[in-house]
C-alpha cells in the first residue's frame, strides 16, 4: 500500500543519516590536509593516514561506550526528570534515551583530553611516517582526532535512536571541522614540494594496495551476511557481524561504517 507519510519519513530519515556522516573523509583531506596540492603518493598517505585515525577513534569509542539496557529500563524514571510534552514533542522514553546516551558521552568527552596523548591507538597512528611526511601529517593531529571522536560518537547516537544527542555531537564534530579549516597554517605547503625517499614511496604504495583491496572484499562480504540471515538493520548485522564472524577483530564501528556504505552501493 502507498503511503506517502511513511516515504517522506524514510527520505527524512536518510538526509538526516547523510548530513550526520559528514565530514566525509575525503572532505577532510581537501580542507585540512591540502589534498588537490598534494602529489599523488601524498594523497594516498592523507586516505590512509586519516583511515588510521578513524579507525583508533571508532575502538576508543567501542572501548570505553557501555550501553547498560539493564540499568537504563530500571532507572528509566531518573532520566525521564525535567520531561514536559508543553517542551518536547519526543515521548517520555524517547526523551530518557536521549539523556542517558547524553550522560555516557559526557563521560568519555570528559577523559578525551587525556587520552588523546595515552591512548594506546593514538600514540600508534604516525608510527608509519617519519621526515617530511611525519612533519606534514602530524599538523593538526589532535584536532583530526576529536573530529572523527565526535563524528563517532553522533552516528552512535544515530543508531540508538538518540537524535538529539545525535545532532548534538554532529555539531560538535562540524565546529571542529571548521575551526580547523580556518585554522591550516598555510606555509606547510611547503613539505608538498618535498621527495618522498624510494623507500617511503615502496611502503606507501604496500599499505595503500592492500587496504584497497580488503576493504570491498569485506563490504560485499558483510552485505551478503546481512541479506542472508535477513537482518533488518545494519546495526543489527553488524551486532552479529562483531561478535561471530570478527575474524580481523575489527571494531563494531568500522563493521557498522562497511555495512552502511555497502547499503548504499559503495563498494570502493
Not at 506517502?4 to 585540512?32: G, H, K, L, W, Y
Not at 612533519?135 to 543508531?159: P, T
Not at 580556518?182 to 605547503?189: G, L
Request: net charge neutral.
Amino acid at each position: 500500500m502507498f503511503d506517502p507519510q511513511a516515504i517522506n519519513n524514510q527520505n527524512c530519515f536518510r538526509s538526516v543519516m547523510d548530513n550526520i556522516e559528514r565530514p566525509r573523509t575525503i572532505d577532510i583531506a581537501r580542507n585540512i590536509l591540502s589534498h588537490e596540492k598534494c602529489h599523488e603518493l601524498q594523497q594516498k598517505n592523507n586516505i590512509y593516514y586519516l583511515e588510521i585515525i578513524e579507525a583508533a577513534a571508532n575502538a576508543y569509542i567501542d572501548e570505553k561506550f557501555k550501553f547498560d539496557r539493564s540499568y537504563f529500563q530500571e532507572n528509566l524514571t531518573i532520566y525521564q526528570k525535567g520531561y514536559t510534552s508543553r517542551k518536547r514533542t519526543e515521548s517520555k522514553d524517547v526523551y530518557a534515551l536521549n539523556r542517558y546516551t547524553e550522560n555516557l558521552f559526557a563521560k568519555i568527552d570528559e577523559d578525551i583530553d587525556t587520552e588523546i596523548h595515552e591512548y594506546h591507538n593514538f600514540q600508534k597512528i604516525l608510527a608509519p611516517y617519519s621526515g617530511a611526511e611525519l612533519d606534514r601529517l602530524k599538523h593538526m593531529i589532535e584536532e583530526l582526532i576529536r573530529i572523527y571522536l565526535y563524528k563517532d560518537l553522533s552516528l552512535l547516537a544515530f543508531d540508538l535512536d538518540a537524535f538529539d544527542v545525535a545532532l548534538t555531537y554532529h555539531d560538535y564534530a562540524i565546529v571542529l571541522y571548521s575551526g580547523a579549516v580556518v585554522q591550516i597554517d598555510y606555509e606547510s605547503k611547503n613539505y608538498l614540494q618535498r621527495e618522498i625517499s624510494a623507500k617511503s614511496k615502496k611502503a606507501v604504495n604496500k599499505r595503500w594496495e592492500e587496504n584497497n583491496q580488503d576493504r570491498p572484499n569485506r563490504k560485499n562480504k558483510y552485505l551478503k551476511i546481512m541479506r542472508e540471515k535477513n537482518f533488518p538493520s545494519a546495526a543489527k548485522a553488524a551486532e552479529h557481524i562483531y561478535i561471530n564472524e570478527n575474524e580481523k577483530n575489527l571494531a563494531y564501528s568500522t563493521i557498522l561504517r562497511y555495512l552502511r556504505a555497502a547499503v548504499k552501493g559503495d563498494f570502493s
